[in-house]
């Protein structure tokens, strides 16, 4: 992996300008960190049938997630005048007021081949296996998620390159976290809240 700083300027798209990023430079990674300000914030929240948006001095929080040449699927936090803090799926129509400085993490092409992830299972009778991005809030929601319904889960950090490729080879996803009952893709965090409004997680205990 190499660093990769990226400065936005005002009246930018957030998501617009990685998207554009990735798919001009055929780029696959992570955001590592980001410091800057919102003048316009549009996310979508779990749940919601359309995204929130708001405009102000809006200051960035988090910026986590993933990017690449066929999308993106990033999650941002950031407080208001009021220090009241907002978050969810960074949606286009999100704004840079005065600038935003990115640091990247590229992934290498070599690296995307599929490879034994560093963590392997411990052997244990759990149906449940949940591949997570450290950092990423997603990841922590759906952790305290199966921890709240006692379901019993082996988790695999994904924290170097061959972590990444082997769950992008397992599951075609780029984004996190990614859960698999009985060794069947389920999804992200969605998609196992989907699962216990449904009353489903239970059968997993």
Known sequence: MRALPLSLVPGQDLRGALEELARAQNLSGFVLGVVGN?????????????????????????????FGADGVHLHLSLSDGACQVWGGHLEHG????????LLLGVLEPSSLQPAIPAMSPQANDARVEIAVLPGCPWCTRALR?????????????????????????????????????DGALVGGYDALAAMHERSELHALR
């Open 94 to 101: 999100t704004l840079i007021l005065k600038g935003a400085q």
């Open 145 to 181: 998620l199966l921890s709240s319904a006692d379901v019993p889960h082996q988790v695999f950090r994904v924290d170097d390159d061959q972590a990444f490729a082997h769950w992008h080879g397992r599951s075609g996803m780029n984004t996190f976290p990614q859960v698999f009952v």
């Open 38 to 66: 919102l003048s316009r914030a549009a996310f979508q929240c779990p749940g919601q049938a359309s995204p929130t948006v708001l405009e102000g001095d809006l200051e960035i929080i988090t910026l986590n997630g993933t």
